[in-house]
Structures are given as C-alpha cells and as structure tokens.
C-alpha cells in the first residue's frame, strides 16, 4: 500500500514537473512571439505616442529596440521627448498610443496596483537625487528594500555591495545635507542598485554636478554596467560625456527619434 | 513574517506622524471624543427610554367598570369570560362594596360616605387586566367592550402614546445630532490625513519611484486614521463605563424615581459594555473611514 502512494506520489512529482516544464516553454514562446519582442530586447517602443492632457506633444511615434546589457545615451535639446522617453519606461507616464516593453513587461497596460512590481526590478537615478534629508546614507539606500518588507539582516549585505560599488563605504552613518553633489548623486545610484536591478535608468545624473564628478559619477555607473551587467538608459545632454564614453547614442528630436547611432559612431557637435 | 514587519512598521510610521502633526492631531482626537461622548449620551438615552417604555407597558392596566344593575352572577361569568381571552394575563376583581368600604375609611371621603344610605352604592364593580401583549390591546380592549354588563372600559392609551412620541423625537433628534457629529469628525481627521500626506509627498513620491506597494505606501495613513479613532474613544468609553455608573447610583439613592415609579435609569451592567464597544469601533471606523477618503483623493500612487 506504502510502495504503491510512494510510486503514485513520484508520478505526481513528475508530471508536476513536466507541467513547469511546459509552463516555462510556453512562457518563453508567448515572449517571443506575442509580445513581439525577442528574448534579446531588452526594451522595445513600437510606434509610441505620448501627448500630454494639455496638448502638448512629447513623443511622435518612437520606434526602439535595446538589448540586454546595453549602455545607451539619450539625447536632444530640452522638450525633445528624452525625459518623457524615460518615464515610460518606469511608467510614471503612459503612451497615448504604441507599446513599450521592458523585460517582457508590457508598461503601458500594467495596472498602476502593478507598477510597483516593475519598479523594484528598475533602478532609477534623478537628477535632483531625491534622498530623504532626515535618514543616513546606509538608509537612504536601505528605504527601498525596507519598505518591499524585507528583513534588516537581508537587506544589510545587499546596501553594504551597493555602497562598496559607488565608493561610499565610508559614509554609511553621514546625512545627505553632509554630503557633495556628486557623493549624494552616488548615493542614489547605490539605492537605484541596492536591488540588483536588470535595468538603470538614468534621468540627467549629472544635470547638477561640476564635469569632474560628472566623470567620477559616469565611471560609477559604467562599472555597474560592466561588472553587474546592467542595462542603462541614460537621458543627458552632456555633450562631453557622450563623446568620451562612446556608447550607443539615441538622438530624439520633436519627439521622434533623429538618429541612432552604434558604438562610437556618434560625435556631439559644439553647434548641436 | 513580511506582513508583521510592513504593519509593525506602519503602526510606528503613524505613531510618528501623530506626533509630528501634534495640533493638528489633538484636534482630531478631541473632536473625536466630543462626538463619541454625544454618541454616548444618546446610546445612554435610547437605551433609557427603550427600558421605561417597557417599564409603562408592563404597567398598563385595562381598568373595566361593570355597569350598575350587573349581577354578581354576571360579574362571576364577566370575570371567567375575561380571563379566557388569549391575550389576558391577570384579572383582579374590585366589587363596589370594597370601594365603598375603602373610602369610607379614607377621612377626605367619610363625611360623604356617611350621607349615604347603607344600601346605597353609587360606585360600579370593577376589574384591573393586565395583558399579556400591550401591542396587542385595543383588540383585547374591544372584545371587553363587546361583552354584555361592561358600562367603560379604561386604558391610559392616549399618555402612554404621547410619551412614546415625545421619546421617539428625543431619540430621532439624537441620532441626527450624532450623525451630523460623525460627518463633521470624519472631516477633520480627513484634513488631518491629507496634511500629513502632503507634509510627506516628498518620501511618498521616492516610495512610489523605488517600488514600494500601494498597500505599503497607504497603510501608515489608514493606521493613522485609525489610531485617533481609536485615542477618541478612550474618553468617551471611561465617561460611559464610570460617568453612568455614578449617575445610575446617584439618580437611585434620590427619592425622586420612588415617586415617578416606572421613570428609573435602566443599571449600567445592560449597557455600559456593549456601548463602549460600539463607540470604539465607531471611533476606529470612522477614523479608517475619513483617512480612507483623504488617501483616495489625495494620495496618487
């Protein structure tokens, strides 16, 4: 009688397994397929819209793919559409029309009770930083993973790593207002990546900050890019940057995407 | 585990912005207290007045006078008729003699009496009924009015009315007062959330950025709300439980209720629990309730 619960139950273990089996293939074909997107884009904008409740245009129809561990700036005059471009993709705002997918999560029809789960998987760095003024650096960077629930003892290795990776490690107890610009801007890249994030998006980072932080700031989150394999989607018009760096550059113009240009390829003229 | 941690930090979050927001909080709180104490009040009274209605009702006798040339044959048999009717619970016979009797001995009336006949009797033999059902009088009355040798039949249906009216529009009246209170209440523990959401926009806008849930990022303010209900009941509850209790043994030493008879507080064990739980969750949801509208309307996540 035992044998025989014991061979049913194996049976059971294995068409459970088969049926995750399954799941996972499906999973991975509806991916592909359905949502248009291969496992390779990362990001993908199809034909998307946004105009504003008052009329005004952000964006005219931006087609863009971006693959997984990409580091790809974002360029254009201001009111071009870069920064409208990066709120899609943490969906802070919607596209009118057109689809936006980031890692197989369709952004434009996630429920706002849903976006949270997009955005714990979104690292997101401002230009005004945005740190709490009364809390120290260590929990600044600890607030996200606080507030998702997590366990202190969880969340102490992780917000020590990140620190560590923006050179901070030595700043844990210090408050925000004891802090440089560019410290301060560290700091939020160590809370955008506390997580582990699959995606950075950052909104100008160095908008504020003085060209030699800019640089220090840019090698942080090229390092992040490199060592963790972080995709980054960086808005900026910091000409020096993007011709230092010799990334992929995206240029928007009138909300429409003006050029796209691979490694290298693209030199900021002074006149631009 | 996740859940306790999230709440606990909720609970402390709100403790925190209680205190921050301490005025405004107060406010709150004491509006809170002084409705739920008006609450109190009028919980008190429908329960008082529940309670002497039923003290008049279960006083209310059908007094019957037999007309003048009935029988004791016909008063036997009237008797024995009353006492089959379903909804009769007592019948007590007074014959005219023992009127008669009863005021010849009253000094006021002897001089009176004495002027009278020894045969002569100008009272009426008479019953008291109680009923079993006072709702169901007037056709026990009407029944009693059909019956042969019954010259009137008297109830104290038109005071008895009138007293449960007046009761009935103290009650009306209290529940409208209290109902207006809780309005004005949830509206300023409404106010006192939304400041406390604006005052934080700033951290609720980085929650929402970094991935914070909706449930996480609203729960400190539904806690909020929650927790000066619950501060405003407390006040209320202490004046509920001691405050009437002292009244009832004050109000039952006096004399007064002697008098009146059926006009005594109803004893605070019926009540005083009952009430206090009922003011705390009606603190509590209010407060919920309020704090619920100000993070709807204001808190976009």
């Known amino acids: 009688m035992i044998q025989v619960l014991i061979r049913v139950s194996r049976r059971a273990n294995d068409l459970y397994g088969i049926k995750e089996i399954l799941k996972k293939y499906f999973f991975l074909c509806y991916n592909n397929y359905y949502k248009g997107g291969s496992l390779m884009e990362f990001i993908e904008l199809k034909d998307v819209y946004k105009v504003y409740k008052n009329g ?92 998702y629930g997590i366990s202190s003892k969880e969340i102490r290795p992780k917000v020590l790593a990140a620190l560590e990776q923006v050179g901070l490690s030595d700043k844990t107890r210090s408050f925000p207002h004891e802090l440089s610009g560019g410290e301060q801007q560290r700091v939020c890249i160590a809370r955008a990546i506390a997580n582990n994030p699959k995606l950075l998006l950052c909104d100008e980072p160095t908008g504020n900050l003085d060209p030699d932080t800019s640089k220090e700031i840019m090698d942080v989150i090229e390092k992040i890019n490199k060592e963790l394999g972080t995709t980054v989607v960086m808005a900026t018009h910091d000409k020096d940057i993007v011709n230092r760096m010799k990334k992929r550059v995206v240029v928007i113009k009138d909300g429409l995407v003006d050029g796209d240009y691979l490694k290298g390829s693209y030199k900021v003229n002074e006149s631009d | ?184 209440t949830a509206f300023l523990i409404t106010n006192t959330i939304k400041i406390t959401i604006f005052s934080r926009r700033k951290e609720i806008d980085i929650m929402r950025l970094v991935g914070t849930s909706n449930t996480v990022i609203k729960l400190p303010y539904l806690t909020e709300g929650l927790l000066i209900g619950i501060l405003g009941s407390i006040i209320p509850i202490l004046f509920t439980i001691f405050g009437y209790t002292l009244i009832y043994s004050k109000f039952s030493s006096m004399t007064v209720s002697n008098i009146i008879g059926v006009i005594t507080l109803a004893s605070p064990e019926g009540i005083i629990y009952i009430a206090s739980l009922f003011l705390l969750m009606l603190g509590a949801l209010t407060g919920m309730f309020a704090s619920g509208i100000a993070v709807r309307k204001y808190l976009k996540v």
């Open chain 1, 56 to 147: 005004v245009t952000g964006l005219a129809g931006v087609n863009l793919k971006i693959k997984k561990k990409d580091f790809v700036f974002i360029i254009g005059h201001t009111a071009s559409g870069k920064s409208t471009l990066i709120k899609l993709l943490y969906r802070e705002e919607r596209p009118t029309k057109g689809n936006v997918s980031v890692g197989g999560i369709d952004v434009a029809r996630l429920r706002n009770s849903k976006v949270y789960k997009l955005r714990r998987k979104i690292g997101i760095v401002f230009q005004d930083y945005k740190l709490l003024p009364k809390l120290t650096v260590y929990e600044n960077v600890a607030y996200p993973l606080d507030s």
């Open chain 2, 1 to 184: 585990m996740k859940v306790i941690r999230i709440l606990g930090k909720s609970f402390i979050n709100a403790c925190k912005s209680l205190v921050r927001n301490l005025s405004l909080s107060l406010a709150s709180i004491t509006c809170t207290i002084i409705t739920l104490i008006l609450v109190s009040i009028g919980l008190l009274i429908s329960y008082n007045i529940r309670e002497i209605t039923k003290n008049i009702e279960k006083e209310l006798t059908v007094v019957i006078f037999m007309t003048k040339d009935a029988t004791s044959e016909e008063v036997i048999k009237t008797k024995s008729d009353l006492e089959k009717i379903d909804n009769v619970e007592k019948v007590i016979f007074t014959s005219k003699d023992d009127v008669k009797d009863r005021f010849k001995n009253d000094e006021k009336w002897t001089s009176i009496i004495s002027t009278l006949n020894e045969d002569d009797n100008p009272f009426q033999d008479s019953f008291e009924v109680v009923v079993k059902n006072v709702r169901d009088i007037n056709e026990t009355v009407t029944t009693i009015k059909n019956m042969d040798k019954i010259d009137t039949v008297k109830y104290g249906e038109n005071s008895v009315n009138e007293i449960v009216s007046i009761f009935d529009t103290i009650k009306t009246g209290t529940i409208v007062l209290v109902g207006g209170l809780v309005l004005v």
